[in-house]
């Protein structure tokens, strides 16, 4: 069992930056791969950015790439998100979500992922 829970969302000007971060509890944190995804109102819950178990391979969707990086530290448990040049567009609730890695790779499919942050806010205002 693994117990995510996010921090660092909030509100910010257009252009800004912010760093969510995901702590997860439990053993074994390195066995898993993590991934970051959003949701915005009325919108499908997509894909932002996923990594593997040690941060040895990374994913953005097209939409995040240049302006957004994902990675780990094993010894803290905790999966990062850095977000720069921040648009109102980015605006959603951000989930980290973790999976047991079995292939030395991220993973692009929600349903690979069994467990999930509640989530935190983060709203870009133009």
């Known amino acids: 069992q693994v117990q995510l829970v996010e921090s660092g969302g909030g509100l910010v000007q257009a252009g800004g930056s912010l760093r969510l971060s995901c702590a997860a509890s439990?053993?074994?944190?390195?066995?898993?791969?993590m991934g970051w995804f959003r949701q915005a109102p009325g919108k499908e819950r997509e894909l932002v950015a996923a990594i593997d178990w040690n941060g040895g391979r990374t994913y953005y969707a097209d939409s995040v790439k240049g302006r957004f990086t994902i990675s780990r530290d094993n010894a803290k448990n905790t999966v990062y998100l850095q977000m720069i040049s921040l648009k109102p567009d980015d605006t959603a609730v951000y989930c980290c979500a973790a999976t047991r890695d079995y292939s030395g790779s991220y993973y692009l499919q929600r349903g690979e992922y069994d467990y999930w942050g509640q989530g935190t806010q983060v709203t870009v205002s133009s």
């Open positions: 439990g053993r074994s944190f390195s066995s898993y791969a």
